[in-house]
């Protein structure tokens, strides 16, 4: 599988819940950023989490990091219709030897609010 | 302060024409990367520029691609003789001069490039 996988591939759910999606990676990182793409548009970053950062939270936000698991999660507290879009997590090389500013990024979570 | 601007945001090209495609850097960028999103595909680099250097062009194809980003004036990214497969949708991103890495990437809205 490739770096920076989400999971899952598609979310549906009602205004109010919460939605948390998933991110794996496979080599050593220095960051993690969760990105947004509402349909046919630009991306909008997020959310940054750095490799010594377990926890980050943003108004809604809340990022989780488990570099021994090499996974992250983002949730997104009482969901609204507008946060309907598909949400990318992207990572950089880290100290393996790559390069940092290389984000790769993965298929994504389309995530449906239903109002 | 605007952000990331790239032109066009749509382009229509007939297969075998050049697609030259625009970005200009959030002010006070110097960083400048293109990446390419196939459909239902997530964002893979292409090329990462400052100002008059091309430092990695590693996801590039070696072929009828080609970018730069001058002294002046936006960042160019060019398809020569392009092919259907070179539909997709083109962004930029720019990262300001004291943090090129490992920092947020600001991405412009992508131009949509579709061969006919």
């Known amino acids: 599988s490739q770096q920076g996988e989400e999971d899952p591939q598609a979310l549906s759910i009602q205004e109010g819940e919460n939605a948390t999606m998933n991110c794996s990676y496979k080599t050593s990182i220095n960051n993690l950023q969760w990105y947004r793409q509402n349909s046919g548009r630009g991306l909008v970053h997020l959310i940054l989490i750095r490799s010594n950062e377990r926890e980050k939270h943003s108004g809604r936000l809340r990022v989780t990091l488990d570099t021994s698991k090499k996974s992250s999660s983002l949730l997104i507290t009482a969901s609204r219709a507008a946060d309907t879009a598909s949400y990318f997590c992207a990572t950089d090389a880290g100290n393996s030897g790559g390069s940092n500013y290389k984000l790769t990024f993965g298929k994504g979570t389309l995530l449906t609010v239903n109002p | 302060n605007a952000g990331v601007m790239q032109n066009p945001r749509h382009l229509v090209r007939r297969r075998g024409q050049e697609a030259r495609l625009r970005c200009s850097p959030m002010k006070g960028h110097s960083h400048v990367y293109w990446y390419r999103q196939l459909p239902e595909e997530g964002l893979k680099f292409m090329v990462y520029l400052q100002k008059e250097n091309i430092i990695d062009e590693s996801g590039m194809p070696k072929e009828r691609f080609s970018a730069e980003f001058p002294k002046e004036g936006p960042s160019i990214l060019r398809i020569q003789q392009v092919v259907r497969g070179d539909s997709a949708a083109y962004f930029c991103?720019?990262?300001?001069?004291?943090?090129?890495?490992?920092?947020?990437?600001?991405f412009g809205p992508g131009t949509r490039l579709t061969v006919t």
């Open positions: 991103a720019s990262s300001p001069r004291t943090a090129p890495l490992s920092y947020e990437q600001y």
